[in-house]
């Protein structure tokens, strides 16, 4: 019987990283590692601290190194479809962030330390296996843009309200629980969930919000 061959990791050396490297329409260093089938982000990644994007989207890693905390003037950072099943601590460090990628991954929860990225604009979230968001969420007040869709909530989390600019936020297919009757809930798949400032709302549609709202809250909607 012939011997079993088992594929090695694949290994960047620090040449193949730096040829990586390009610049956007507007003039900003992009070091883009996607599709590059790596298992873990390459040590030699910390000599090109001072990018100002930086994509390891659509690869196999599982988890993020610490070192990713020397990377304080990336302001996106795209990890999105990989196995990521959390995040490190440090990435409460990265302040200039204004887009955060993490589509696509086996997230089951965020640390706290997310809350720190108050330069945030976008963060996308969907296609993880997320039941509930930290309560610093709510500190990202920069926030415009939040992706949820495709998780595990039962709960709309109570943080979102404290996003005074966010304007939209997709909670599409998630398992809402509903109030059936008393002392029975239904889970239920929600297809479309949008927030909207009222602002952008004619009369009649801000009417029918107030009144979806109404009954809401009176059948006791499980708010996280």
């Not at 099943?85 to 991954?105: D, F």
């Amino acid at each position: 019987m012939g011997k079993k061959t088992h594929r090695k990791a694949k290994t960047l050396t620090l040449r193949a990283v730096q040829d990586c490297v390009d610049l956007t329409l507007d003039g900003r260093r992009r070091l883009d590692l996607s599709l590059k089938g790596i298992t873990a982000v390459p040590k030699c990644v910390q000599k090109l601290f001072d990018m100002d994007e930086l994509d390891l989207s659509r690869n196999l890693l599982r988890k993020i190194p610490d070192f990713i905390k020397h990377f304080v003037s990336i302001t996106v950072l795209d990890l999105h479809s990989n196995y990521l099943e959390e995040l490190p601590v440090s990435i409460g460090h990265l302040q200039a962030l204004k887009a955060l990628n993490l589509c696509n991954n086996r997230l089951t929860s965020l640390p706290s330390e997310l809350g720190l990225l108050t330069n945030l604009h976008i963060l996308y979230l969907g296609l993880n296996q997320l039941t509930a968001l930290p309560g610093t969420i709510g500190n990202l007040k920069e926030l415009q843009q939040l992706g949820l869709s495709d998780n595990l909530f039962t709960c709309v989390p109570s943080c979102l309200g404290k996003l005074k600019k966010l304007e939209r936020l997709n909670l599409d297919r998630n398992p809402f629980l509903t109030q059936q009757m008393p002392g029975h809930k239904m889970a239920v798949a929600a297809d479309s969930f949008y927030m909207v400032k009222e602002s952008l709302l004619c009369e009649k549609c801000l009417d029918k919000c107030q009144t979806q709202k109404e009954k809401m809250e009176n059948t006791d909607v499980c708010w996280n």
